[in-house]
T-cell receptor, first 115, second 115 residues
Framework: AQSVAQPEDQVNVAEGNPLTVKCTYSVSGNPYLFWYVQYPNRGLQFLLKYITGDNLVKGSYGFEAEFNKSQTSFHLKKPSALVSDSALYFCAVREIAGTASKLTFGTGTRLQVTL | DGGITQSPKYLFRKEGQNVTLSCEQNLNHDAMYWYRQDPGQGLRLIYYSQIVNDFQKGDIAEGYSVSREKKESFPLTVTSAQKNPTAFYLC??????????????FGAGSRLTVL
C-alpha cells in the first residue's frame, strides 16, 4: 500500500523566516503526491501536486514543494512565512484501487508562525 | 458559487442512535468521498464513490453506510455499530477519472459528538 509520513507534529517559525514542512513517501511505481492545508474547523484546501516533470512544484499562496526521488521526500516550503500561514498541513499520495483512485493522507503537521 | 455543502455542522447523538450526515455538491464532479478526522491520526477514508449507484469501502468502513442515488449527493449514515463515532467528518469530491480525480474539493465538515 502507498503511504506518506509526516515526521513532525508541529513546526514553529518566526514570521519572515523560511519554512519547511516535511513529508516522506513509500510507493510502488511513480508517486503522485499532494499537499493540502486546513484552517481551524474547516475542510482541506488543495495547495499543489507533483505528477511528473520538474522536481520543484509551485502552488498556491507562495508555497512550493521539492520532490526528491533518492530521499523519497516531498517537503513543502515557503521562502518567507506569514502569521496567516498558521494551519494544519497534510501530505497525501494517490493510491490505485481497482479502477478507482483515492488519496491516502499523512497525519498532518501543525505550522505555527509567530511575530 | 460552486462547492460542497455539509450539514449539519454540529450534531449530538445518544449512544445507540443512527445519524445521517448530508453532503451535496454542485460542481458536477463524478467522484465523492467521506473521510473521518481524529486528532493525531490525520484523515482516514470511510467510503468513496466514482459514479452514481456505485461505491466502495475505504479503510474504516465498519459501522458506516452510504448511498449514491444522485450525482450531487452522497449521504453518510453513522450506525450504532460504530464503536467510537465522535469525530470530525469531511466530505470531498473530485473530477474523474484521471489525474484531476485526485484534486479534492472539501466541504466545511460535520462534527459529531456522542453523548
Amino acid at each position: 500500500a502507498q503511504s506518506v509520513a509526516q515526521p513532525e507534529d508541529q513546526v514553529n517559525v518566526a514570521e519572515g523566516n523560511p519554512l519547511t514542512v516535511k513529508c516522506t513517501y513509500s510507493v510502488s511505481g511513480n508517486p503522485y503526491l499532494f499537499w493540502y492545508v486546513q484552517y481551524p474547523n474547516r475542510g482541506l484546501q488543495f495547495l499543489l501536486k507533483y505528477i511528473t516533470g520538474d522536481n520543484l512544484v509551485k502552488g498556491s499562496y507562495g508555497f512550493e514543494a521539492e520532490f526528491n526521488k533518492s530521499q523519497t521526500s516531498f517537503h513543502l516550503k515557503k521562502p518567507s512565512a506569514l502569521v496567516s500561514d498558521s494551519a494544519l498541513y497534510f501530505c497525501a499520495v494517490r493510491e490505485i484501487a481497482g479502477t478507482a483512485s483515492k488519496l491516502t493522507f499523512g497525519t498532518g503537521t501543525r505550522l505555527q508562525v509567530t511575530l | 458559487d460552486g462547492g460542497i455543502t455539509q450539514s449539519p455542522k454540529y450534531l449530538f447523538r445518544k449512544e445507540g442512535q443512527n445519524v445521517t450526515l448530508s453532503c451535496e455538491q454542485n460542481l458536477n464532479h463524478d467522484a465523492m468521498y467521506w473521510y473521518r478526522q481524529d486528532p493525531g491520526q490525520g484523515l482516514r477514508l470511510i467510503y468513496y464513490s466514482q459514479i452514481v449507484n456505485d461505491f466502495q469501502k475505504g479503510d474504516i468502513a465498519e459501522g458506516y453506510s452510504v448511498s449514491r442515488e444522485k450525482k450531487e449527493s452522497f449521504p453518510l449514515t453513522v450506525t450504532s455499530a460504530q464503536k467510537n463515532p465522535t469525530a470530525f467528518y469531511l466530505c470531498a469530491s473530485s473530477k474523474g477519472p484521471g489525474i484531476g480525480a485526485n484534486v479534492l474539493t472539501f466541504g466545511a465538515g460535520s462534527r459529531l459528538t456522542v453523548l
